[in-house]
């Protein structure tokens, strides 16, 4: 795309990102991912979907199919960090847990402190 002049966006990153993880590229999924967090120019398509929650809420969501908690967690952690009003994003994270079958109390715990809090 560069070299025909185009500027990727949100939306050929996210597309990348899971089209990477959905082959089973994890690592190159989540530095695609990253790429397109750290672009300093953001359109108006950008605002509209709201990418940060958009994007690493359905990320969580695809490590949460795999039983994949470690990388589950890595993401929703930078999620959370920049999107603490939004509750409905513990739920691919609960899902992971689930999946992998790992019993956390304080799982339970940060969800109580965030809807309570």
């Known amino acids: 795309m560069k070299l025909n ?6 939306i050929i990153y996210r597309n990348l990102a899971f089209g990477c993880m959905k ?5 190159e999924a ?10 300093t120019a ?8 709201n990418p940060m929650v958009g994007d690493h809420s359905t990320m969580v969501e695809i490590f949460a199919e795999k ?3 470690e990388n589950a967690e890595k993401l929703f952690q930078e999620l959370k960090a920049n999107n603490n009003k939004y509750t409905f994003v513990y739920n691919p994270l609960i899902k992971a847990y689930v999946k992998a079958k790992v019993y956390s109390p304080n799982l339970l715990r940060r969800i109580f402190l965030k809807v309570l809090g």
């Open 5 to 10: 002049g185009c500027k990727p966006n949100a």
């Open 23 to 27: 082959a089973g590229l994890v690592k």
């Open 30 to 39: 989540l530095k695609t991912l990253h790429l397109r967090m750290e672009q």
């Open 42 to 49: 953001i359109n108006q398509q950008d605002k509209e979907i």
């Open 67 to 69: 039983g994949d908690v």
